[in-house]
């Protein structure tokens, strides 16, 4: 496998960090120097729209309740990008960069010569960073130390944990095979000792056999009235309360990602890490990034307006107050920066929205035939797809689109207009359809781009549609959406033709049923996300003022006193900062 940038990046960045003579390093960072926090947290809900926090906060009790009063919510933060995706998201966080400039184009992409890549791939060492091209703010802060600062990135998902921890950091994630923390060559010879230990513990056994119950009174839920909902797909958890884990090891260590008890398994590798690490302890400011993801599988699965995930928040809640008890331990929240967000938001089921809008037209409450997908069964196998269209009054509202089946269609439409047999379209990762450039005469490339652009824009629940030469050229509008769009383009890995769907509708490769809900658009439901920044000495209440979470790296850089990311287009939230340094 060809590699998609010099392998000596990390290699050079390791050299600065730990070749640099200690006498230059920044004097700020000194072990007495009580002025800069000894940790920073980076707390990254998945899938955490920017509206849930203000939905809820009357509900919460604990973690979220004391982030909230002791930190300032910024309520009108957005990405400025179009593929709001996990690996998307939560690059930036960790760089205050584009995809153009940290080079996460989405969670997979093709590179040139249509080699599929998975975002942390690595053909060395198994799982790495090194298709990340913008340091991070762990990168940064370990070379502007020489070497003194450390950064730890841990999760249920390896792409979740790789990124934030940069180039330079330990990252940890959780493998639903084994039921196990693990990491990769890159990080480690060998697994460290504590890594271990916490796995010799048999962690996910305790859940076998259990269910997931709701915390509180059904009746104390806003959508404690709508749990058995036909389109949910909660595979082998089942679409209603109480949802069984299993009965088996092997099924408990799959399930248990889609349920609160995910977030809690991480915390507890979290803190087994900070103890054998002593994070926060050693002098120097350390940097610790946690990705809690049941949030996103359990939205994925039952959608962000329903009682698992309206459940599962409240859980996490407790979770997250634990995390900051156990920090305040350790380490002391009143020398800790604590930073709160989300890779991206997501939208309500298609067929939620729909039946909401055809019940306030007709009266009728249950769900039309072509809102549905067909039955998931229980051992979570996908059956066959439904239309990718709707045909009723209220397709406007919302429909769910195939990428796979556009692909074969627009070849088929291809194949006959060019008067050839080879498919002309060679993949496709959402949301943008990728040539097969050594079947066609190059010159011809724009003139293809541009036939296919016509097909698509064609299909019904396709809104937009944009050719590489065109965001190459940066000749699109100027409108909001286009404008994401062209943030999110990169000219190595990005498709030839990009699509956006039709505000309400999904848009994924397949339709399994695999998904109820879906993000991945640049509409506000996917963009919106919340920023909450609790520091020592930092303001409280919260802004309306627009921001991005790329404003996020630079924001810590000026509190540590030390460069942004390399590849860093986000400005400082000003108002965040301690009032020493405003």
Known sequence: ??????????????????????????????????????????????????????????????????????????????????????AVGHATLATGASPIDHGIVGNQWFEPGLEKMYCVQDAQHGQSP?????????????????????????????????????????????????????????????????????????????????????????SSYVYGAQDDRAYEIGGPLGNTFPHPLGETKGIVQSTLRATPFGDELLLEAARALMIAEEIGQRGSTDFLAISFS??????????????????????????????????DEQVGLDRTAVVLSSDHGVDAIPAHRRQVIRSAHSGDVAPAESDLLPASPRDGTSTAPPSHDHDDDFCQFGGRLAGFELMKR??????????????????????????????????????????????????????????????????????????????????????????????????????????????????SYDTHVPILIRTPGGPTGRTARAVTPQDIAPTLAQILGILSPTGCSGEPLVEALPSSQR
């Open 130 to 218: 090194r298709n990340l091209t913008s340091t991070t703010i762990g990168d940064e802060l370990i070379m502007a130390t020489a070497g003194k600062a450390r950064a730890f990135s841990i999760s249920v998902k390896d792409r979740a944990a790789i990124l934030p921890g940069g180039q330079l950091g330990k990252a940890f994630w959780y493998d639903r095979r084994t039921g196990s923390f693990i990491t990769s060559r890159y990080y480690y010879d060998a697994a460290p000792s504590w890594l271990n230990d916490f796995n010799a513990g048999d962690p996910t056994a305790r859940w076998v056999g259990k269910s997931w119950t709701l915390l509180h009174d059904v």
């Open 410 to 523: 627009a070849n088929a439409h291809l194949r006959e207009q060019l008067g050839t047999e080879h498919d002309i379209v060679a993949a496709y990762s959402d949301p943008g359809f990728y040539l097969d450039l050594a079947a066609i005469d190059l010159s011809d490339v724009g003139a293809i781009e541009t036939m296919l652009a016509d097909f698509l824009i064609a299909q019904t629940g396709v809104a937009r549609v944009f050719t590489r030469t065109a965001l190459a050229n940066g000749t699109v509008p100027g409108d909001a959406v286009a404008q994401r769009v062209l943030r999110s383009f990169h000219p190595k890995r990005s498709a030839n033709v990009a699509i956006v769907q039709d505000q309400g509708w999904y848009l994924w490769e397949r339709m399994e049923t695999t998904y109820a809900a879906m993000h991945g658009s640049p509409y």
């Open 294 to 327: 049941a949030s996103d599988y359990v939205g994925h699965a039952f959608g962000p307006n329903s009682l698992e995930a309206e459940d599962n928040l409240l859980r996490l809640d407790r979770t997250l107050g634990k995390l900051l008890s156990f920090v």
């Open 1 to 86: 496998m060809s590699p998609s940038r010099p392998s000596c990046f990390a290699t050079v960045l390791w050299l600065a960090a730990v070749l640099t003579p200690t006498t230059t390093a920044d004097p700020r960072h000194d072990a007495s120097d009580t002025s800069r926090p000894k940790l920073v947290l980076m707390i990254t809900i998945d899938q955490l729209r920017g509206d849930m926090l203000p939905r809820y906060e009357k509900r919460f009790e604990a973690g979220l309740e004391r982030l909230m009063k002791e930190g300032l919510l910024y309520t009108n933060a957005h990405y400025p990008y179009a593929t709001t995706f996990t």
